[in-house]
């Protein structure tokens, strides 16, 4: 069946090129992100604390790594931030996680929650 509409018709809806566009994302401070990635489990836990207590209230710590996960998708600029405080999107996992200075050369083919030790940040007594 042939459709009547026009090639060039414009729909309203953005090309695959025009989705793509760094335009309008904020930029990432690098060097900031590459020494929070360095950052022990204990003293990237104080700075979530300090500079953004909303991420530290969701923060689970799952061994030696930190996992911050959201019900939903967040806007750019939340992205950012993780980003600059080290975090890495695990599209597998849907997380956001932290290796703090741990990082391993192979991915873990098991659920890390149940081998290690889990708990959420904020619940911890003393940090």
Known sequence: MKTTAKKNQKT??????????????????????????????????????????????VAEVVGKWVWIQFSDKQPSTITRVLSEFGFHWNNTRQAWQHPCGTIRKERATFDPRKRYRSYFAADAKSI
């Open 12 to 57: 309203g809806l953005s090309s695959r090129s025009e989705q793509l566009s760094t335009e309008n994302r904020p930029e990432i401070d690098f060097a900031l992100r590459r020494a929070n990635r360095a950052l022990e489990t204990e003293k990237l836990l104080a700075l979530l604390r300090s500079d953004a207590p909303r991420f530290f209230e």
